[in-house]
């Protein structure tokens, strides 16, 4: 495993595509491309998103999941027994249509834009999900590399729909058991290969506890649109599903994402709240990072980690992916030291609160806006190794 320094700089994942990506992706979801000539394309665009990672001085890259639709619906492509829909397709199995449609305006959600993943069958493997993105990266950089995958709670609420699943999955706890054992297969091959590490996505997670004083946020975040439960029960059901991919598993750093929406940039229309809902159950999950959003004001204060200091790595979020302000590397210095008081150093990686391009119709920034945000992680991250030592860690 390459070595990484004191206050490693990382990325949550996506990169903004270029056009002539989008382009191509469409002619691929139409059908107008084969894989193969989707992927010539998108080779291309992983480049292009690794060298600006590299030229900001980033630790431990990713491919910018330039192939991917979005950090979750690709996997489409990768399985059967799985239709993408957008979600305004999916407004046809809300019993108030009318009202739905009204949240998705008031929300400032693109209903054809963005697409999620919903089961239509048995799903079975076609091919690994990021075993192709991993491999590609590998052959071009000698970084340490970051996988994201869509977590097993988060690709199990989206992928089940009430009147479309049902009839392959009865309950989505059904749905549940080969989801678990699709990811486990994916993180060992990956481990298998040399991947350093995978980060599960469960943005989803805070939808549970935040859905505020109407419907609208759980019926909307990543497309969720599976039969509700009660938050506890949810979120329990969570941690089982973690635990079980992970179960086991050793030799590759695993983390977990968790922000509150990364869809618009009015931050008025994104979830609020800090982690304390939270903790005990990412707590409760066998992981060894927990990849947090803490640029942004609504993500609460690092205190919450005062009753729990040192418990698992800390993925800090230190720039925020939706705004045109490059913030100073004073602030990011700020920002850790603030964490050093419950984080040993050596625990601590610099991160942005999400990706710059989730969707891949919607990305949150530009590519210079996020390329300058890097450099200044970059920056703030050398300062404090001049404060603090700069011994490397295998990982």
């Known amino acids: 495993m390459p070595k990484v320094p004191l206050f490693p700089v990382t990325v949550v994942g996506s990169w903004p595509r270029p056009n002539w990506l ?49 950090f979750y619906s690709f996997v489409v492509e990768k399985l059967d ?15 108030d249509k009318r009202a739905f449609e009204a949240i998705l305006k008031s929300l400032d959600v693109p209903a054809y834009g ?10 079975t493997k076609k091919m690994p999900l990021a075993m192709d993105e991993y491999q590609f990266l590998r052959e071009h950089t000698t970084k340490a590399i ?32 080969d989801v678990i054992q699709l990811l486990r297969e994916e993180i060992m091959a990956l481990r ?33 649109m ?9 979120l329990q059901f969570a941690v089982r599903l973690m635990n079980k991919v992970v179960e086991g598993i050793e030799g590759i750093n695993i983390g977990m994402h968790v922000c509150r929406g990364n869809w618009s940039r009015q ?56 705004s045109d302000e490059i913030e100073s590397p004073s602030f990011v210095v700020s920002k850790v030291k603030e964490a050093l008081k419950y984080f040993d150093p050596q625990k601590i990686y610099l991160n942005p609160d999400c990706g710059f391009g989730t969707f891949a119709e919607r990305p949150m920034n530009v590519p210079k806006v996020a ?25």
């Open 192 to 224: 298998d290969a040399g991947c350093e590490y995978v980060q599960l996505d469960e943005p989803v997670l805070t939808e549970v506890v935040f859905k505020g004083d109407t419907e609208k946020t759980r019926t909307f975040m990543c497309a969720a």
């Open 22 to 70: 989008l382009d191509a992706l469409k002619k691929r979801q139409n059908g107008k491309l084969s894989f193969e000539e989707f992927n010539e394309i998108a080779d291309e665009a992983v480049l292009l998103a690794l060298k600006y990672q590299e030229d900001a001085g980033v630790d431990i890259v990713s491919d910018g999941e330039q192939r991917r639709d979005n």
């Open 146 to 177: 970051k996988i994201p995958l869509p977590g097993p709670y988060l690709l199990t609420r989206t992928m089940w729909v009430k009147g479309v699943s049902d009839q392959a999955y009865p309950t989505k706890e059904e749905l549940a058991k």
């Open 267 to 322: 931050e008025e229309v994104l979830l609020k709240g800090g982690y304390e809902p939270l903790m005990p159950y990412m707590l409760a999950m066998q992981l060894h990072q927990l990849v947090l959003e803490f640029a942004t004001p609504r993500a609460g204060e690092l205190e919450v980690f005062a009753k729990c200091p040192n418990v698992r790595e800390l993925g800090l979020g230190v720039v925020n992916p939706r």
């Open 371 to 395: 390329f300058e945000k890097l450099k200044v992680m970059t920056k703030a991250a050398e300062e404090l190794r001049k404060m603090y030592g700069n011994g490397g860690e295998d990982g």
């Open 81 to 95: 027994g799985v239709k993408l829909m957008p979600v305004a397709e999916l407004l046809d199995y809300v019993e």
């Open 114 to 123: 963005i697409k999620t993943p919903t089961a239509v069958g048995r799903i």
């Open 226 to 234: 599976a039969a509700k439960g009660d938050p506890v029960g949810e």
